[in-house]
């Protein structure tokens, strides 16, 4: 087993796996009350241990354990409160669409499936990558063998058209 000062082994991080999935675990299931989601945020903080594993500095291994936890943590409920936002706007009490919305979502798709054909095919992907299959710009960097900047930039300028074509067309 290798905790240097500077990245761990498999054995390293297992042991950190071992010392510290309960304790994070349990930290996310205080603050939320959602045993299941705890466990979502508490694999996913050890994934990014793993994909960071040869920069960990093992003496703040617990700092950034529990940064990394939190930061999930804040990410997910950013997106529920925006999604919460979006369906109390365009919904009626009691959870059923309006005829309205539900003609509305057909015609803001059918603009945004227009919109993804009209985009070239290197800022598709980028987009797709992202959003679909939930991708870091670093793992589509890896993935398409261009640097992290080039993403941004073809996600930037995929952004920007989709928004233009969509408004265009509202």
Do not use: C
């Not at 930061?71 to 009626?92: A, C, G």
């Amino acid at each position: 087993m290798s905790l240097t000062e500077k990245g761990i082994d498999q054995a390293g991080f297992d042991q950190i796996f071992n010392q510290w999935y309960e304790p994070i675990r349990n930290f996310i299931y205080y603050k939320t009350g959602n045993v299941h989601l705890a466990e979502d945020i508490a694999q996913d903080t050890f994934l990014k241990i793993w994909e960071k594993k040869d920069d960990i500095n093992i003496s703040t291994i617990k700092a950034f354990l529990f940064t990394i936890a939190t930061n999930l943590l804040n990410n997910k409920m950013d997106h529920q409160k925006v999604s919460f936002r979006f369906i109390n706007t365009y919904q009626q009490p009691g959870n059923v669409s309006s005829p309205d919305f539900e003609m509305e979502m057909r015609e803001f798709n059918e603009k945004l499936q227009k919109a993804l054909a009209d985009l070239d095919d290197k800022k598709r992907t980028v987009f797709l990558m992202s959003r679909i299959d939930e991708l870091t710009y670093k793992q589509i960097a890896e993935s398409l063998g261009i640097t992290v900047k080039a993403i941004e930039k073809r996600m930037s300028k995929a952004l920007d058209f989709l928004r233009d074509r969509i408004e265009m067309n509202l």
